[in-house]
């Protein structure tokens, strides 16, 4: 599979990463095949975080794959904390400190190839990130720090900080939720798609460094569910359909493809459990669309131009 680097860190990771989120609904046989196929098809880039199925997503995954020191050198190895579910949100060092600790048992590894913070504090202190950062760092426990759902001016705030660069950012991007992409089309318009609602961070990310790991590619809204073959989507459908039998591929190919063709070199997350529908996911490393197909597809999804 086509690889880029990580940010500014010397990591070469897949242009797909592979999400865990939703493992535990699989046995282990079920988890162990998924795993293999992504990993034989160069899709070795796998995202977890302490909050997935309450930990027991990245303890599934080590244990369905034997985890050891042959197995691990394989693999990269991405998880999130931060997030106390429906209680708070916690950048305290003694949580980040705790909660690495708890991820690296689960997943049966002594490091992290990168840890990212979940959702953002706002009694976030950078000074105390930072030294939890310092000494993960120092005691080999994570190579590589990023954030998950951060504006370019948390990032800033962050960054001021720590010696480390943040090199990724996971943000909610798809054809449906392409906000970050379309108030960069309309400056200064007086309509809602020119509504900043993110701090530019589509252009920061790329004049940083920084690369962005779309989360939720084929959802739209918050979860509300898939666009692929939804109702709710007849135009978007009959133009990704087309595109896709041009191609030979499916939906989902043409789907991934539309994110992977934005220059900004992200890394979509996948989320499907579904080895079939990983390996399209992985199809689309294969296809370039023409500027003319994206935008197609961008202004059948509703998305206007001024």
Not at 196 to 211: A, K
């Amino acid at each position: 599979m086509r690889t880029i680097q990580l940010g500014k860190s010397d990591l070469q990771v897949p242009v797909i990463a592979v999400g865990c989120m939703r493992i535990n609904g699989l046995d282990q046989h079920e988890v162990e095949k998924f795993i293999h196929t992504a990993m034989e098809n160069g899709a070795n880039f796998f995202d977890h975080a302490d909050i997935y199925g309450g930990g027991t997503c990245e303890e599934i995954f080590s244990n369905a794959i034997q985890m050891n020191a042959s197995v691990r050198e394989k693999m990269i190895l991405q998880s999130k904390c931060g997030i106390v579910p429906g209680r708070m949100f916690d950048f305290s060092k003694e949580h980040i400190l705790e909660s690495v600790d708890a991820i690296l048992k689960r997943l049966k590894t002594e490091y992290l190839d990168v840890l990212l913070l979940h959702r953002p504090d706002a009694l976030m202190e950078p000074e105390e990130i930072a030294e939890a950062f310092d000494l993960l760092e120092k005691e080999g426990k994570v190579r590589n720090f990023g954030v998950s759902n951060q504006n370019p001016m948390q990032i800033q705030l962050l960054q001021k900080t720590l010696k480390q660069p943040i090199i990724a950012n996971q943000l909610q991007l798809s054809i449906t939720n392409a906000n970050m992409i379309s108030q960069g089309l309309h400056v200064n318009m007086l309509d809602d798609a020119a509504t900043n609602r993110d701090g530019s961070v589509l252009d920061f990310c790329r004049l940083n460094s920084i690369t962005i790991q779309p989360w939720s590619p084929f959802q739209y809204g918050f979860f509300e569910g898939v666009f692929l073959g939804n109702e709710k989507f007849p135009e978007l459908n009959a133009k990704i359909d087309e595109i896709a039998n041009k191609y030979g591929v499916s939906n989902t190919t043409i789907a991934m493809a539309w994110i992977l063709r934005h220059p900004a070199n992200m890394q979509p997350v996948t989320g499907t459990m579904n080895t079939e529908r990983l390996l399209d996911c992985i199809k689309a490393t294969e296809i370039k669309l023409t500027r003319e197909e994206w935008y197609q597809i961008y202004l059948s999804a509703g998305n206007i131009l001024p």
